[in-house]
């Protein structure tokens, strides 16, 4: 088998071990598991270049915490900086090696393989490190290798950062959505906030995964935005609304959930249907549509709890704050008719934590 083969047969190797993992964290931590084994190497390390620090910090590393070094020493450094790939064959005796890293974490450097990690637009990105050849020292061949899988490791990566920033932008919007219905109303400034929250901690506990915790977590503050389409005078009316007031008001939900539904993006869509179930109720006395038991999204029940526990321990025009002893005993006492009776337990078990997260941001 000739050289070309020998990489082809590789990557088709390693691409099977990297398509059966999802998250990043574990698809590069089994491209370097990978590298080590294939380099014969003691271990590998996979940094990402922060460049506003000018610093490395290891993403993967083995039997290493993670740690940060300046990019401006050692060889991760050098080939950083450089975007060339670094081989050392003796480190003590390598000027560009940099020793403070053996001595903070008590490991004997030897043999050196370096190679940087550019993005689609050659910028650097982060370097794939192998340590310790195990029989000899690293070789030009195991430069290609590595430079082979490293290919994999910044498309990885690069991904994942243009999806971080992709998130954080949907995460201001979202957040200036959950705020907007806020305006007309500032008495409720961090009801928002906190029914978030709970709603995380509940979802949590409940066993949800954690990109349902996240999406409910961010998702949760939108759940009263259709009020931006409810008339002051309602919202703010100082006493208890008549019949036909109260109509009105109810179309908050299916407002709020034709706002947010958007079919591409999970995080509007599961606001969506906060929005439209937060005043569902177990017994199936709730509206709009009079859903009951688990006909009524998980996401729904969560947040149906958070809402009114949270409106009941704060100032409303029309009703001065609970105790949050009184309000805690109203959910108990609400669990099976307005309540998932499931979920009233884990706010019970949790009340410690609840009660942490309303004084943290107490109004």
Request: with cysteine; aromatic share 8%.
């Amino acid at each position: 088998m000739n050289t070309a083969e020998k990489q082809l047969a590789i990557l088709l190797e390693f691409g099977k071990v990297i398509n059966k993992t999802k998250s990043l964290d574990g698809v590069l931590e089994s491209m370097a598991n990978f590298a080590r084994d294939i380099l014969q190497a003691d271990r590998c390390s996979i940094f990402i270049y922060d460049k506003h620090k000018d610093e490395l910090w290891s993403k993967v590393a083995h039997e290493v915490h993670p740690i940060r070094i300046s990019a401006k020493k050692g060889l991760a450094g050098y080939a950083a900086l450089s975007q060339e790939t670094q081989i050392v064959v003796d480190a003590y005796n390598d000027y560009r090696f940099n020793r403070e890293v053996d001595k903070a974490t008590g490991y004997l450097t030897q043999t050196i393989l370096s190679v940087p990690l550019l993005d689609n637009q050659e910028n650097t990105i982060g370097v794939f490190q192998a340590l310790n050849k195990k029989k000899s020292i690293f070789t030009n061949v195991d430069a290609e290798l590595l430079l082979l899988i490293s290919n994999y490791a910044a498309s990885a990566i690069e991904n994942a950062i243009l999806y971080d920033k992709l998130r954080d932008t949907q995460t201001k919007i979202i957040n200036k959505l959950a705020s907007a219905a806020e305006f007309k109303d500032q008495e409720t400034s961090k009801h928002t906030k906190r029914v978030g929250l709970y709603s995380a901690l509940l979802a949590e506990k409940y066993g949800l995964s954690r990109d349902d915790i996240t999406k409910i977590e961010l998702a949760a503050p939108m759940h009263d935005a259709g009020k931006i389409g409810i008339a002051d005078k309602l919202l703010l009316k100082p006493n208890k609304l008549s019949d036909e007031e109260f109509d009105v008001m109810k179309t908050h939900a299916k407002l709020g959930h034709d706002l947010l539904f958007d079919e591409e993006n999970e995080y509007l869509k599961t606001a969506a249907l906060i929005a439209l179930e937060h005043h569902e109720k177990w017994d199936g006395s709730g509206y709009p549509h009079g859903k009951s038991g688990e006909e009524i999204s998980i996401y729904g029940r969560i947040v149906a709890i958070a809402d009114v526990f949270d409106a009941l321990i704060s100032i409303r025009p029309y009703k001065a704050a609970w105790s949050f002893k009184k309000a805690h005993a109203h959910l108990q006492k609400s669990s099976g008719t307005h309540f998932d009776p499931a979920l009233i337990n884990l706010f019970n078990e949790n009340i410690e934590k609840i009660h942490a997260i309303y004084q943290e941001l107490k109004d």
